[in-house]
């Protein structure tokens, strides 16, 4: 399983203490941090600071696809407000990569 690791810059708020772990449990404890990644992604602290998360490609993955599909909605509301109208996804598709 691959490790996906990602900057934090706040602490968020929904962060149970289950999810929390240290710099220094991630260096002795990488395997079991590993295997715990399907019950939830893992906030990494150093020195009381959040660092990064970690989290399974597969939740990886599915964060990406909805990043794509907001996106393409913000896509589509723009070419609303600007007079455009499709009868379907593969025009705007077309229209849009044609640029």
């Known amino acids: 399983m691959d490790i996906l690791i990602g900057a934090?810059?706040?602490i968020p708020t929904s962060m149970r203490s289950s999810q929390v772990i240290?710099?220094?449990d991630l260096r002795?404890?990488?395997?079991?941090?590993?295997?715990q990644l399907d019950?939830?992604?893992?906030?990494?602290f150093a020195n009381n600071k959040p660092k990064a998360v970690i989290m399974s490609p597969q939740r990886y993955?599915?964060?990406?696809?909805l990043q794509r599909r907001l996106e393409r909605d913000a896509d589509v509301a723009d070419a609303k407000k600007n007079g455009k109208r499709y009868t379907?996804?593969?025009?705007?598709?077309?229209d849009l990569f044609e640029d």
Do not use: A
């Open 22 to 24: 240290s710099v220094t």
């Open 8 to 10: 934090l810059s706040s």
């Open 39 to 44: 019950q939830g992604v893992k906030y990494v």
């Open 88 to 94: 379907n996804v593969d025009e705007f598709m077309k």
């Open 61 to 65: 993955e599915e964060l990406k696809d």
């Open 28 to 35: 002795h404890k990488t395997k079991e941090i590993i295997d």
